[in-house]
């Protein structure tokens, strides 16, 4: 006669994989966010690129500098994206296993907990690059003192 789960042991399994399950709804909203901010970026280097075709003298050195700070901070920020869906492909194996396990009757408790911390340790990565791009951005945005303080005739 083959293994059928009793629907007790599948509900409990279900329980214990609700917080994962949250978690991994976290994950979306802060991957929006993160894909929303780099749009943005890349819409701006790009508008940055047209305008530079056309410069001349300091304004192009300015567009030069600019765009380096972008390019970098596309790097940070596809670093962060990368580490946080890294984070919920591991948070989505910590979900399978609880119910592999259950249902063959597996003893992983152990291999779960290190793919969770695993997962933890990836969004902590994803959430710290996330942070320095953040950071890399206000340090770009500064107002040209020669707009602020304009030399008169």
């Known amino acids: 006669m083959a293994f059928s789960p009793v629907l007790s042991t599948v509900a409990e399994t279900i329980q214990v994989a609700i917080a994962p399950v949250f978690l991994l709804a976290g994950l979306g909203a802060i991957l929006n966010v993160m894909v929303g901010r780099l749009a943005r970026i890349v819409d701006r280097s790009r508008q940055l690129e047209a305008l530079h075709l056309r410069a001349i003298g300091p304004e192009r050195e300015r567009h030069i500098h600019e765009l380096r700070l972008i390019d970098g901070r596309i790097r940070t920020?596809?670093?962060?994206?990368?580490?946080?869906?890294?984070?919920?492909?591991?948070?989505?194996?910590?979900?399978?296993?609880?119910?592999?396990?259950?249902?063959?009757?597996?003893?992983?408790?152990?291999?779960?907990?290190?793919?969770?911390?695993?997962?933890?340790?990836?969004?902590?990565?994803?959430?710290?690059?996330?942070?320095?791009e953040i950071h890399m951005s206000v340090r770009a945005i500064r107002v040209r003192s020669d707009l602020i303080h304009p030399t008169l005739p």
Do not use: K, P
């Open 77 to 132: 920020i596809n670093n962060a994206v990368y580490l946080v869906v890294m984070a919920a492909i591991a948070i989505c194996l910590v979900v399978a296993m609880l119910f592999v396990a259950e249902l063959a009757n597996l003893q992983i408790g152990q291999v779960i907990a290190v793919a969770f911390i695993v997962s933890m340790l990836l969004l902590t990565g994803g959430l710290i690059c996330f942070l320095i």
